[in-house]
Structures are given as structure tokens and as C-alpha cells.
């Protein structure tokens, strides 16, 4: 099977300042079996043969663990498809003859450093401002599987823990909010017993970092948990949410 032909519209901006445009490319004998990112990485190579600037696109394990992948396609964040980040769309999602159209993310928090990269940075310096526990770790350590756990909050927690901080919540969103990132890192923390010294300063702060990076409000369209690649649930804005007013009710 394979030999689909695609044509492409494809997003290209030479740079930060440059105003953008859509761009046609087609493309022939893609295959079926191919990833959305191998058949980037084809047309990259007969842009590249025929001397022209290949697209720029970000992508690092292909396997959907890392993040990086980020791609708008046909108006959805990570393509057709649930449960999935972009590189683990596969060209079987589509028919011969289709046209795609391949955006970055679209966020004022996620500038576009070229192409379809943007920058997530405002991502780590949410994390940055408390997404981790103060412990010490040079000297004789309490195994962490010695602290017993409800199996509910480890579950619960586990599942927060798997956001791979990719974006999609943030592109999807119409407010553009990163509530549900936000929520996933804070909640994977609250709710174990390692994280609660430091929770009422990490909610805050955490929701301070991400204010400032310009970040919209949430208005519970429900958007970014349908576009998760990883299935983060609201209820994690919820516990966000209910630690920040307890943070707030309560700080000194
Ligand atoms: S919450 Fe989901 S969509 Fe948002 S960054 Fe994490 S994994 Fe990606
Ligand atoms: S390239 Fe790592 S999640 Fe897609």
C-alpha cells in the first residue's frame, strides 16, 4: 500500500520578525506506514536536493515521551486523532489526494522561532518557579517507596505526572490559557506527601510564572483536555484551583 499524493500548506516564517505565510508543496509516494514527521523529513530532503530551505520543525524522540513534536494540522493540535503527539500520527490517517494544512502552535506565550518551531521556554520557567521538592539528597535518604501512599493519590498522581509538556493544551485552548500544564505539574506534587512542605509556595508561584508569561485566562471550555496527548483531566484544575485559594486564604 502507499503512494498517496498529498498536497501540503505548510506555515513558513523565516524568523521571529517575519510576518509568515501559508506555502503549497506537494508531495508524492507517501506511504501509508510512514509517521506525519518521516514525511516532513521526505519532503525536507527534495527541498534540501533542490537547493531550498527545508522546513523547520521540532521533534527529538519520536515516541511520544518528550514533547517536542508540536504541529497544528488541519486545525488540530497533534492532527486527527486522541492520545497521540504528532509523531505518532501515522500518514494512514489520511487519503490520497488530500490537502493538509500544518501550522505551529499559535500562542503570544509561544513566539515562532521558525517555521513550525516556536518557543516553549515560558513552559520551563513555569517549572522553574516551583515545580520541584526542596530535599536533601547528599545524605541518608528515606527510600521514597518506604512513605506509604493511598493508592488513589498515587494513581492520581502518576497520571499528572505524565504530561510531557508538549503544548497542545495551550494551542488549543481559544484563551490560550496553560492551566492544565500548570495544574498537571502542581497537582503531580500535591498530592503526595513529598510535595505538601513546599505546596502553598509552588501553587502560588507557579501561577505567578504563569501569568507573567502572558498566558490566557481558563474558562473551562474543556478544549485542552480533549487535545491532550496524554489524557491530563480537568480535575486537575480543580486541585489547582483549591490549592491556590488555600495558598492565598492562608499565606502570611
Ligand atoms: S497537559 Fe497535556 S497537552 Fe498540556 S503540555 Fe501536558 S501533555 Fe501536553
Ligand atoms: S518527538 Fe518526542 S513526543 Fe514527539
Excluded at 521538592?133 to 518506604?146: E, Q, Y
Excluded at 513529598?194 to 501553587?203: H, I, L, V, Y
Aim: glycine fraction near 10%; aromatic fraction near 6%.
Amino acid at each position: 500500500m502507499g503512494n498517496m499524493k498529498l498536497t501540503l500548506k505548510i506555515w513558513r516564517q523565516s524568523g521571529p520578525n517575519d510576518k509568515g505565510r501559508m506555502e503549497t508543496y506537494p508531495v508524492h509516494d507517501v506511504s501509508e506506514d510512514m509517521s506525519f514527521l518521516e514525511m516532513l523529513d521526505v519532503l525536507n530532503d527534495q527541498l534540501v536536493r533542490k537547493g531550498k530551505d527545508p522546513i523547520a520543525f521540532d521533534h527529538d524522540c519520536r515516541e511520544g515521551i518528550c514533547g517536542m513534536c508540536s504541529l497544528f494540522i488541519n486545525g488540530e493540535a497533534h492532527g486527527p486523532g486522541r492520545g497521540i503527539t504528532t509523531c505518532q500520527l501515522h500518514m494512514r490517517k489520511f487519503k490520497d489526494g488530500d490537502t493538509i494544512y500544518v501550522e505551529p502552535w499559535r500562542s503570544t506565550a509561544f513566539p515562532v522561532i521558525k517555521d513550525l518551531a516556536t518557543n516553549r521556554s515560558a513552559f520551563d520557567r513555569i517549572q522553574a518557579a516551583g515545580g520541584f521538592v526542596s530535599v536533601n539528597t547528599s545524605g541518608n535518604l528515606v527510600d521514597g517507596n518506604a512513605v506509604p501512599i493511598p493508592k488513589h493519590d498515587a494513581d492520581k498522581a502518576f497520571d499528572a505526572a505524565t504530561c510531557i509538556g508538549c503544548g497542545a493544551c495551550v494551542a488549543t485552548c481559544p484563551n490560550g490559557s496553560a492551566m492544565l500544564f500548570t495544574a498537571a505539574k502542581v497537582s503531580q506534587l500535591a498530592l503526595l506527601p513529598q510535595g505538601r512542605p513546599e505546596a502553598k509556595r509552588r501553587a502560588l508561584a507557579m501561577v505567578e510564572q504563569m501569568d507573567k508569561e502572558g498566558f490566557g485566562n481558563c474558562s473551562n471550555t474543556g478544549a485542552c483536555e480533549v487535545e491532550c496527548p496524554k489524557g491530563i483531566s480537568l480535575e486537575h484544575i480543580a486541585r489547582l484551583n483549591r490549592e491556590y485559594l488555600a495558598a492565598t486564604v492562608t499565606k502570611e
